[in-house]
């Protein structure tokens, strides 16, 4: 891997490990390129306080550690600093005023639910419901079609478990909006390394038919997923696999 933009930090409340070390594994491995995007805070009216993304507070410390570092390492590697997260259209706003002061260079769209997490079901748990899959589908395409995120991370993290029918008409739109817009598939390495239901056959095999690209990310959320090279080389096996081209860096980054 010559580049990954799917990097979280310890700030999420579920990843490990400094800032600093993230870089080195990645410089280890012979990276180019390593773009931070942990899980972005959202302002909630009712005060929720959120345990697995970093909170408001946090995103001082998170631009300035990674702008200094970003300097301190800049003949080594290029660093962008950036957020994963959830397109939730009623938070959009609020979400936009709270990071109106800071330099985010890209986001990627995590869509772990489809609601604010304080009444949200997991999308990666078990769900027989088509409607569920549709608006889950239907925000994704509504996300990307805003302007605001590079990519799409783990977009099979949906979990249906009905009707193979259903699962491939409502992915299949989502890959030929991918297609047609020229926006690449995640290969989720840290789904492959821990043997989680994504990246799903079921849906590669329909991105492979749609003639879809890929980017592979490394999800690391904590400092070896950047430099450790076997799961690099099973995320190569399964593009090879299902023929979807690799794309090493993103466009329109400076």
Not at 228 to 242: G, H, N, S, T
């Amino acid at each position: 891997m010559l580049a990954n933009y799917h990097t979280h930090t310890m700030r999420c409340g579920h990843a490990v490990g400094e800032d600093r070390e993230y870089i080195e594994h990645a410089i280890k491995h012979g990276m180019k390129v390593l773009g931070f995007s942990d899980h972005c805070p959202w302002v909630y009216e009712n005060g929720y306080v959120s345990g697995i993304r970093m909170k408001p507070s946090e995103l001082d410390d998170y631009f300035g550690s990674l702008t200094a570092l970003k300097k301190e390492y800049a003949s080594d590697i290029k660093i962008y600093i950036g957020f994963e997260a959830e397109y939730i259209p009623e938070l959009m706003a609020a979400q936009d005023k709270l990071l109106a002061d800071y330099p985010v260079d890209y986001m990627i769209l995590g869509e772990h639910s489809t609601a604010p997490e304080y009444e949200a079901v997991y999308a990666g748990a078990h769900s027989c419901s088509e409607d569920a899959l549709k608006k889950y589908v239907d925000l994704i395409i509504e996300g990307m079609e805003s302007g605001r995120y590079k990519y799409a991370a783990h977009p099979d993290l949906f979990h249906f478990i009905g009707k193979d029918e259903i699962y491939e008409k409502h992915f299949k739109r989502l890959c030929e909006y991918m297609k047609e817009k020229n926006f690449p598939i995640e290969i989720n390495l840290l789904g492959v390394r821990d043997g989680r239901h994504y990246p799903s056959d079921r849906f590669l095999k329909i991105a492979q038919k749609v003639g879809n690209t890929a980017v592979i990310g490394c999800d690391a959320h904590f400092p070896e997923a950047l430099s450790d090279p076997e799961p690099m080389k099973r995320c190569r096996d399964i593009a090879e696999k299902y023929s979807l081209k690799v794309t090493d860096f993103l466009s329109g980054l400076d």
